[in-house]
Every structure is written in structure tokens, then in C-alpha cells.
């Protein structure tokens, strides 16, 4: 058999393999618990996530180096901490902000989670208003 046609053959061979599918290849689907399949649980943490976490293990350890009492104390007024994409975090807050205290609010996010991701806090208190802070 000549090269041309024993590539032609193997060229058919390869995309009928393909237009088949697995279950023409005898392939097994992944089970929920062989490890091929992740829980939804084990999906990577989006940024709310991380940052949530970074404040939450700083103030817990008593690692508040560099932050003032009147940061903490503003910190530990977040409730939640949500996804907006993958530089944004939205934080919702106990009680009703002053404008002064949601830009340091910011501040203090931005230098408790030290994360390099995070570009943008919206905080959102609960007059229901949302600002947006810029690192």
C-alpha cells in the first residue's frame, strides 16, 4: 500500500473514531466518585471567596499589623462578601455607612487581604447604596 493511501486510510480511521464519539471508542463517562469528577464544592473559590478568607484568617490570628482598630472594627462589620468578576468584590455591611467610612472601609479590604487580584470593593450598607472604590 502506498504512503498517500495508507494516510488516506488512517485519516478515515481517525475521524470516524472521531464522529462516533465514546460511546463508539468504548469509552467509560466518569463517575461522581472516581476522582474524575469534581464536587461542586471543590471548584476553585472565586476572588469574595479568597478575600473573605484572607480578612477572616488575618483578624482571627491577630495578624492586624498595619491596620488601625477603626479598620478592624470596620471589617468586622462585613456580612458577606460576593463575586462581581474576577477583579470586583461586592461587600455587604451591617448598618448604614458615612462616606467616610466606606472609603476607609475600601482601604482597609484592599490592605487586610493584600490579594493582587483585587482591583474594585463595591459596598453595599444598608441604606441599599452601592459605591464603588478603585485600588
Known amino acids: 500500500m502506498s504512503v498517500n493511501k495508507l ?5 478515515g480511521v481517525i475521524s470516524l473514531a472521531l464522529l ?27 476572588l469574595g471567596d479568597e478575600v473573605e478568607e484572607q480578612i477572616d484568617d488575618r483578624l482571627a490570628v491577630g495578624d492586624a499589623e ?19 468578576s474576577t477583579d470586583t468584590v461586592r461587600v455587604l455591611v ?21 490579594n493582587p487580584a483585587l482591583g474594585t470593593v463595591q459596598i453595599v450598607d444598608a441604606s441599599g447604596d452601592e459605591t464603588e472604590h478603585t485600588q
Open 7 to 11: 494516510r488516506l486510510v488512517a485519516t
Open 20 to 46: 462516533g464519539g465514546a460511546t463508539g471508542c468504548g469509552g467509560v463517562s466518569p463517575t461522581e466518585g472516581s476522582g474524575e469528577v469534581r464536587d461542586q464544592d471543590d471548584a476553585p473559590n472565586g
Open 66 to 84: 498595619g491596620l488601625s482598630s477603626d479598620e478592624v472594627a470596620l471589617l468586622e462589620r462585613i456580612d458577606e462578601y460576593e463575586d462581581v
Open 94 to 114: 451591617d448598618g448604614e455607612l458615612a462616606e467616610a467610612d466606606r472609603d476607609a472601609l475600601a482601604e482597609a479590604v484592599f490592605s487586610a487581604s493584600e
